[in-house]
């Protein structure tokens, strides 16, 4: 990695990179702060409580071995993320990331992708909050049978305390994230331990036994349904890239930024595998076995419930809930900082969107406006169309997901073309096939969910639409991406490493830096 001080001489600061009266951020995040942010927003309990369900019906009991292959397949998407971030930092993540490798159009369209991922996964979250916290209602005998809109008002009114919570210092907001998440992820670990100790010992209920089956497709699954199957993979892994936003926030960003991307993806990831394998093993592999997998509401806790006792699987319960509200808060936090940039760069810091608060100096306005969109779709969904909780739940996983797997691809396009393809190479050679592995995993999984069997239409649909806003924004009105090209041109840590101020090992031409 680069030193310290070659760092601090790579680029202009945050006062000198912008022109004077432009809105800043203040660069106040800490390592440890970056990783929260990105931990928050993946939600790792919320996602391994709730998601693996979604992946049963095309992989059968085989969910550990779908988890294991999404985790290889971030891992290379990370490596892009990673090495894009140690020679670039920018608040706008992957529109300053791709914009500035691959041009500014395509990094609108990613920033504006990437946007929509978290505002249609903090209505996602939020709803999850709803969700479990009306079952946590009914299980405690303090509301019996709530309606449909009692999750749709504890969603609402989740969006509302994390948006003040988004406007105060990002410190007391990464630091509540944290909090939330270790406590549940140690309970759920904890969980996992005690089954593998059952399974192992003979004493599990229902007679289930340890078996490495989970590992192995079920007769039938190809790999065609793998591959479907592993969008839900995705979607848990969503939000690693997130510490990639706070660019313009945190210290050291060519340093600490590449570290929280890989390290969170590595480590969480394990942890995925790990408890995914519990909750397969600890169900059962046999076809009613999988099936009542697939209905659970909430795997670790129904396993806490019978693995341990009913109070523990309520407690983990809780947990999840504390999750799925510090996701909404990471969520929330990551869109405003892009809506912001956005609107910072394309009016030079003259759009009301591009006002910080003077107290806090946070995005007041974007984040107001990212959760009043997050509001009106939780109004729309509740009382306009009188969806249930959970059908807004999988529209919005599946809107989501799909816009962040076209991120995915255009962060690995413009870490090839800026490593490999911009002159003198930045890294060993070698290294292009981990980002190529990554576009053609990404690309493939896109195929398989927008393929007639996979995602429904109306998802694809609406994803689609999504894209197409900035697209034909870009197109219809040329000078606004000349616009925004020279001012990422300009703007704070754009401009690549230069490679003579990085160490470099003796006689190669490579600098030394690795990504952890």
């Known amino acids: 990695m680069p030193t310290e001080s070659a760092?601090?001489?790579?680029?202009?600061?945050?006062?000198?990179?912008?022109?004077?009266?432009?809105?800043?951020?203040?660069?106040?995040?800490?390592?440890?702060?970056?990783?929260?942010?990105?931990?928050?927003?993946?939600?790792?309990?919320?996602?391994?409580?709730?998601?693996?369900?979604?992946?049963?019906?095309?992989?059968?009991?085989?969910?550990?071995?779908?988890?294991?292959?999404?985790?290889?397949?971030?891992?290379?998407?990370?490596?892009?993320?990673?090495?894009?971030?140690?020679?670039?930092?920018?608040?706008?993540?992957?529109?300053?990331?791709?914009?500035?490798?691959?041009?500014?159009?395509?990094?609108?369209?990613?920033?504006?992708?990437?946007?929509?991922?978290?505002?249609?996964?903090?209505?996602?979250?939020?709803?999850?909050?709803?969700?479990?916290?009306?079952?946590?209602?009914?299980?405690?005998?303090?509301?019996?049978?709530?309606?449909?809109?009692?999750?749709?008002?504890?969603?609402?009114?989740?969006?509302?305390?994390?948006?003040?919570?988004?406007?105060?210092?990002?410190?007391?907001?990464?630091?509540?994230?944290?909090?939330?998440?270790?406590?549940?992820?140690?309970?759920?670990?904890?969980?996992?331990?005690?089954?593998?100790?059952?399974?192992?010992?003979?004493?599990?209920?229902?007679?289930?036994?340890?078996?490495?089956?989970?590992?192995?497709?079920?007769?039938?699954?190809?790999?065609?349904?793998?591959?479907?199957?592993?969008?839900?993979?995705?979607?848990?892994?969503?939000?690693?890239?997130?510490?990639?936003?706070?660019?313009?926030?945190?210290?050291?960003?060519?340093?600490?930024?590449?570290?929280?991307?890989?390290?969170?993806?590595?480590?969480?990831?394990?942890?995925y595998v790990f408890v995914a394998t519990a909750e397969a093993m600890g169900f059962g592999t046999s076809p009613k076995d999988v099936a009542a997998f697939g209905a659970s509401p909430s795997l670790v806790g129904d396993l806490g419930s019978s693995y341990i006792a009913h109070w523990f699987g309520d407690l983990i319960t809780v947990g999840t809930v504390i999750s799925a509200f510090s996701c909404t808060l990471a969520c929330i936090v990551g869109a405003s900082r892009m809506v912001y940039t956005l609107a910072r760069d394309a009016s030079n810091g003259t759009s009301p969107v591009a006002k910080l608060s003077k107290k806090y100096d946070t995005p007041l306005t974007a984040a107001v406006l990212v959760t009043g969109l997050a509001l009106i779709a939780v109004v729309i969904f509740g009382w306009a169309t009188k969806s249930t909780p959970i059908d807004v739940f999988d529209w919005t996983a599946s809107i989501g997901t799909l816009l962040l797997l076209v991120v995915y691809l255009l962060v690995t396009i413009g870490a090839v073309k800026l490593l490999f393809f911009s002159g003198r190479l930045k890294v060993p050679a070698w290294e292009a096939i981990v980002p190529a592995l990554g576009g053609l995993v990404v690309l493939y999984t896109l195929y398989k969910n927008l393929h007639p069997t996979g995602a429904p239409v109306g998802e694809s649909l609406a994803a689609g639409i999504w894209i197409l806003l900035p697209l034909a924004v870009v197109l219809l009105v040329p000078g606004a991406s000349a616009r925004l090209g020279r001012q990422l041109t300009l703007d704070e840590g754009l401009q690549p490493v230069d490679d003579s101020e990085l160490p470099t090992q003796a006689g190669s031409a490579e600098p030394q830096g690795a990504l952890a």
């Open 7 to 271: 760092e601090r001489s790579s680029g202009p600061s945050v006062e000198s990179a912008t022109r004077p009266g432009k809105p800043t951020l203040r660069r106040n995040l800490k390592l440890w702060q970056v990783v929260a942010v990105s931990i928050g927003v993946m939600a790792p309990s919320f996602a391994i409580n709730l998601e693996p369900q979604g992946m049963v019906g095309q992989v059968g009991r085989a969910v550990p071995l779908t988890y294991l292959l999404a985790l290889v397949a971030v891992l290379f998407v990370s490596y892009s993320f990673g090495r894009l971030a140690q020679q670039l930092h920018h608040p706008g993540a992957v529109y300053g990331l791709v914009g500035a490798t691959v041009g500014p159009r395509p990094g609108v369209i990613s920033a504006w992708a990437l946007t929509g991922t978290y505002a249609f996964y903090s209505v996602l979250t939020s709803m999850g909050v709803g969700i479990f916290g009306s079952s946590l209602l009914t299980t405690w005998g303090i509301w019996h049978n709530p309606p449909n809109w009692a999750a749709y008002l504890l969603a609402a009114a989740t969006l509302l305390v994390c948006l003040w919570l988004a406007i105060v210092p990002t410190t007391k907001g990464t630091g509540v994230v944290l909090a939330c998440e270790a406590l549940t992820v140690a309970l759920i670990t904890l969980t996992a331990v005690v089954v593998f100790v059952k399974l192992i010992g003979g004493s599990a209920p229902d007679h289930h036994t340890f078996t490495m089956s989970v590992f192995s497709p079920s007769a039938g699954t190809g790999t065609g349904k793998l591959f479907t199957g592993v969008i839900f993979g995705f979607l848990s892994f969503a939000g690693f890239e997130a510490a990639s936003v706070f660019g313009g926030e945190a210290k050291n960003p060519r340093r600490n930024i590449p570290r929280a991307i890989i390290g969170t993806t590595a480590v969480i990831g394990v942890f």
